[in-house]
């Protein structure tokens, strides 16, 4: 069964690094044509894409937040890491993991639940 | 980017109904790479139909998608209880957006 789970901080301050991690399972990303991808959703407003890193380590970003975003895995940990840096309040979001299919690497064919992030002084 | 554009915002049936949901893009979506997904509270979101028509795995045969091009439709043939929730549409080639959402409650 794949199954996908964000962890990190509930609350961060302004200006902060977050640091976002994503944990699969049922999948491993050393597998050929595994890619995962990070989407977010501010409070009552829609899903946002903003990053995907595949099997062979290519990554790629949401073009205005490119500066920003840090998309990474661990293999050894088959985890994701996403670290977002300038945290505003308008960063707010819950933030999801999800897997992209092996032809589309953003077909989205199984998400986490996500993480609610509050950003906050 | 190309934008997508989902309507109504919010649509009101019952159980048993037939509902259509709409996504209109800003320009022509390539290869009709477009996809709906499911939205519940407090639980991972559901890809239903991808390529605009083609049904995820496990995804009941009361969901069916049609379009190309900039139009698309999503219909649910009859609903169900656990049916009622958020709805969005996605394009998945580069650079993918996702529409605003259609939710749909019970009336």
């Known amino acids: 069964q794949v199954t996908l789970k964000e962890s990190g901080p509930a609350l961060v301050k302004p200006t902060q690094t977050l640091t976002l991690t994503c944990t699969l399972s049922?999948?491993?990303?050393?597998?050929?044509?595994?890619?995962v991808n990070w989407i977010r959703q501010p409070p009552g407003k829609a899903l946002e894409w903003l990053a995907m890193?595949?099997?062979?380590?290519?990554?790629f970003y949401r073009t205005s937040l490119k500066t920003r975003l840090t998309i990474s895995k661990d293999t050894s940990k088959n985890q994701v890491v996403l670290t977002m840096t300038k945290m505003d309040p308008i960063d707010t979001a819950t933030y999801y993991c999800a897997r992209g299919g092996d032809t589309y690497a953003f077909l989205l064919d199984s998400w986490g639940q996500g993480t609610l992030v509050t950003v906050s002084s | 980017e190309i934008v997508l554009t989902q309507s109504p915002g919010t649509l009101s049936s019952s159980p048993g109904e037939r509902v259509t949901l709409s996504c209109r893009a800003s320009q022509s979506v390539p290869n009709n790479n477009l996809a709906w997904y499911q939205q519940k509270p407090g639980q991972a979101s559901r890809l239903l139909i991808y390529g605009a028509s083609i049904r995820a795995t496990g995804i009941p045969d009361r969901f069916s998608g049609s379009g190309s091009g900039t139009d698309f439709t999503l219909t649910i043939g009859r609903l169900e209880s656990e049916d009622f929730a958020m709805y969005y549409c996605?394009?998945?080639?580069?650079?993918?957006?996702f529409g605003q959402g259609t939710k749909v409650e019970i009336k």
């Open positions: 996605q394009h998945y080639a580069s650079s993918p957006t």
């Open positions: 890193i595949d099997w062979d380590d290519y990554k």
């Open positions: 049922g999948f491993s990303l050393s597998t050929g044509t595994m890619r």
